[in-house]
């Protein structure tokens, strides 16, 4: 029988682009299996990935990718583990690593994270926490996962809320910006496709530039020349307490998904 290099336990959109993102990075299709056991979403994943074992139940495997809801976590985890899986890597949010080692027992070496689903298109953010029986090797291995579809940090898991509440929730945040300028881009008397077009760029262009130079302060000042048009609408935003409210939006979201956690 078939030891599989990794188990992806749980074919929705997130396991689907981790699965999408490794065979990209060089996986073989033949390495990797996912679990899922709705019929007709496991014929999808066998047209989106032919030669990808798609099974309603985990095979044996080296290691398991967990990507299914908080409920199923516990059942998940341990399955894996008695399909001999020696590493476990979790998505499920909120399940704490106490818990995910608890299903899985002493002898598995367990990695939580926390992914955002711009992974989706290959430029996620994730982060990403070990448990006592994980060692660099697995954090590691558990980076070279997440790493083949975005970014990858090391926090401690008592930070992984912080991390929900801005990185996780954040593309929501963004989205809404977007909506907000694509209005306003009509209100000003831009058509609507115009409007859309042009925000959809300013995006695109704007995270190049912060991903190419950083420091958001210096960008924001090089667009803001003295008495201009820049200065005038950034002063809106200042009156208008925007800074504030998205100070404010990730503390809610950060207390949230605490409270989330604990139930």
């Known amino acids: 029988m078939t030891t599989y290099r990794l188990a992806v336990v749980g074919g929705g959109n997130m396991g689907a682009a981790l699965v999408g993102g490794l065979l990209h990075s060089g996986w073989a299709a033949a390495d990797l299996a996912v679990v899922e056991v709705l019929t007709a979403r496991a014929d999808q994943l066998r047209e989106m990935f032919p030669g990808v074992t798609v099974v309603?139940?985990?095979?044996?495997?080296?290691?398991?990718?967990?990507?299914?809801?908080?409920y199923d976590v516990a059942a998940a985890c341990g399955a894996a583990a008695n399909a001999g899986a020696t590493r476990l890597l979790s998505i499920a949010a909120g399940i704490a690593i106490a818990a995910l080692q608890d299903a899985a027992g002493p002898e598995v070496a367990v990695v939580r994270a926390m992914p955002n689903t711009p992974a989706l298109v290959g430029q996620g953010a994730a982060a990403i926490c070990g448990g006592l029986t994980a060692g660099d090797a697995d954090l590691a291995w558990a980076e070279s996962i997440l790493g083949s579809v975005g970014?990858?940090?090391?926090?401690?898991?008592?930070?992984?809320?912080?991390?929900?509440?801005?990185?996780g929730s954040g593309p929501a945040y963004l989205f809404l910006v977007a909506e907000a300028l694509i209005d306003a881009g009509v209100l000003a008397g831009l058509s609507r496709a115009n409007s859309e077009a042009l925000v959809g760029q300013l995006f695109v262009g704007s995270a190049a530039l912060l991903q190419q130079r950083g420091d958001p302060a210096q960008l924001r000042a090089?667009?803001?020349?003295?008495?201009?048009?820049?200065?005038?609408?950034?002063?809106?935003?200042?009156?208008?307490?925007?800074?504030?409210?998205?100070?404010?939006?990730?503390?809610?979201?950060?207390?949230?998904?605490?409270?989330?956690?604990?139930?």
């Open 222 to 263: 090089m667009v803001t020349s003295p008495g201009g048009t820049t200065a005038a609408g950034v002063r809106a935003l200042e009156e208008h307490a925007v800074r504030s409210a998205f100070l404010e939006a990730v503390m809610a979201a950060t207390a949230r998904s605490a409270e989330l956690g604990k139930h």
């Open 151 to 167: 970014s990858v940090v090391r926090v401690p898991e008592s930070q992984l809320d912080a991390v929900t509440g801005l990185a």
């Open 56 to 70: 309603d139940e985990t095979p044996p495997c080296e290691a398991a990718l967990i990507a299914v809801k908080p």
